[in-house]
């Protein structure tokens, strides 16, 4: 069972026993309602705080009413942004993979891989809060009546919640009655909109930070990184440690493993030679004695593809690639040039390195998954690797990675911008995760500047700020999506019933023709989702997801 189905039978028993206490009524002796699978705790306290924070109304009735186009802008865009995946899904499918499966389309921290679950969760409560706190606020600036604030659970906490009178705000009783609201028109929109404006509010706050002195404060230390080191080889006799950046050998700088790769051809075996690296911000040097035994190039197999010869081949991540038939493959480039002059239904001889072994494969390249190339697929993810005297290095574009971040706020004037940034942590960074400054990412960096007194504390507040305002930025976004219980669904559902006013007069009609319209896009937004998710299964079949 892969981890997605575990999730789903976790998630099943804890459903089943909600409702097992649902009907014995242990949920409602202490004032818990359950709505399908999710819980909601809350409490009438903290009225008068809120009374308090809502005292300035012309503030925020400016804020919420700046809200406005802002939600519409927004609105249009992730509606179109929708449609677009969909369409891309139909004329370019995806391959099953991390980006369809269930638990990725939750923005849930620790449950979907691409959000690291501290900082993710960090950034989610803040969300979460300031979306409800300003709804709440909202609420008391118009005069309608906050029944309880509380919290959402769904085996673990999901939300946070603001419940408003709903027969004051949009004339609907308990019974489902219709009546005139206290709310109008106007105030309706505003309590909504206000949700989505603090998101937005916070975000631009924290990308501010995060794009301006954070992000200035950070430089790269170097791109190559010790990964391991192999105990009693000549790197290790000499103290080279794992996580150690490789700046310089003797005195050639190097910026990548072509570098050392380069160097360690252009010199006969002799010793010593000096390696100068950076050891948690602490420049130091090692000499280290060279013979041909000490230096293995290649290109090191990061994933392996099911369903693809690699894989059935027996070939696993971790191993290194070092000839293709009889073509050495030391740098990624090679690699891929022996790739490139292959072709499908060919079978090719695959020598690797295994832990100091050296294996061959004979596998027959598949058919390529994308339209348009020619040349065989063996079905593996590589890197560039070489071990070092003993030292396996690791390369990661450390300043490519820096640069691209800092150059994101100048990409927001086109629309290509404003995609990066809404999908950063899915399409991620120079072909990595982005995981934030977190180990062993922070090796390749070392503070500057104001930041040179915080060490590594640097990383932990570009992290907080990173995620608070992606989480804030993305958290609003959707909730502007034109779909019922979204806010957008609401602020939408007012619009087209000011927009059916202009034809018909009669308010059931009115209520019958935006009816229509509302619920209908709100199904065609939730199958989009669907789609998106189940597209890449049924036009590749089931085998990725069971």
């Known amino acids: 069972m892969n981890s997605t189905l575990l999730v789903l039978a976790i998630f099943g028993i804890y459903w089943a026993i909600i409702s097992a206490l649902d009907k014995k009524g242990v949920l409602e002796r202490h004032n818990i309602r359950a709505h399908g699978p999710l819980l909601m705790i809350g409490t ?51 391959y099953p993979s991390a980006l369809t499966e269930p638990r990725n389309i939750l923005l849930l921290p620790g449950i979907n891989e691409f959000i690291p679950l501290i900082w993710g969760l960090v950034g989610l409560i803040v969300a979460i809060v300031v979306h409800e706190f300003s709804h709440a606020i909202l609420g008391k600036v118009e005069n309608i009546r906050v029944k309880s604030m509380g919290i959402v659970l769904a085996l673990i906490p999901v939300a946070f919640f603001t419940e408003l009178d709903d027969e004051q705000l949009f004339g609907i009783k308990e019974t489902g009655e219709k009546v005139k609201p206290l709310a109008t028109k106007d105030e309706r929109v505003r309590i909504l909109i206000a949700g989505v404006m603090a998101n937005f509010v916070i975000a631009l706050i924290a990308f501010i930070l995060f794009f301006g002195p954070i992000l200035g404060a950070i430089v790269p230390t170097g791109n190559v990184m010790v990964a391991s080191v192999t105990p009693g080889s000549p790197a290790d006799l000499v103290g080279i440690q794992q996580g150690v950046i490789i700046t310089q050998l003797d005195k050639v700088e190097i910026t990548s493993i072509h570098d050392v790769y380069s160097f360690m051809h252009s010199i006969q075996p002799r010793g010593p030679i000096a390696v100068h690296a950076v050891d948690n911000g602490i420049k130091k040097t090692f000499n280290v004695d060279v013979t041909p035994q000490n230096i293995i190039f290649g290109v090191e197999i990061m994933d392996v593809i099911d369903g693809y010869p690699a894989k059935d081949a027996g070939i696993t991540p971790g191993m290194r690639i070092v000839r293709i038939n009889n073509m050495p493959t030391p740098t990624l480039d090679l690699f891929m040039t022996s790739m490139n002059a292959t072709h499908p239904a060919q079978t090719v001889n695959v020598r690797v390195i295994d832990n100091g072994t050296e294996k061959v494969f004979n596998v027959t390249l598949a058919e390529p998954p994308h339209e348009g190339m020619k040349k065989g697929f063996l079905g593996v993810t590589v890197a560039p690797s070489v071990d070092l005297l003993g030292a396996k290095l690791s390369e990661y574009p450390a300043a490519d990675v820096l640069s691209f971040l800092q150059s994101i706020p100048s990409m927001l004037g086109t629309l290509s911008g404003w995609l990066i940034l809404v999908g950063l942590p899915f399409m991620g960074v120079m072909g990595s995760k982005l995981v934030g400054f977190t180990f062993p990412v922070i090796q390749f960096y070392q503070p500057v500047g104001w930041a040179l007194p915080l060490g590594n504390g640097i990383f932990w507040i570009a992290n907080l700020v990173l995620w608070v305002a992606w989480i804030n930025f993305y958290v609003g976004l959707f909730n502007c999506l034109p779909a019922v219980p979204l806010d957008g669904g609401h602020v939408f559902r007012e619009m087209a019933i000011s927009a059916v006013s202009h034809i018909t007069k009669n308010k059931d009609k009115q209520e019958r023709i935006s009816n229509v319209v509302v619920n209908g896009l709100a199904l065609l937004i939730l199958a989009s989702f669907i789609f998106l998710f189940i597209g890449p299964y049924l036009m590749h079949g089931m085998h990725g997801f069971i």
């Not at 005292?55 to 939600?71: I, V, Y």
């Not at 249009?76 to 899904?89: E, I, K, R």
Request: contains cysteine; hydrophobic residues 55%.
């Open 44 to 94: 009438k306290k903290g009225q008068k705080l809120l009374e308090r924070l809502a005292k300035p109304r012309r503030f925020w009735r400016t804020f919420a009413g700046a809200g406005q186009p802002l939600m519409l802008i927004a609105m249009c865009f992730m509606f179109a942004v929708l449609l677009y995946a969909d369409y891309l899904m139909l004329v370019h499918p995806i």
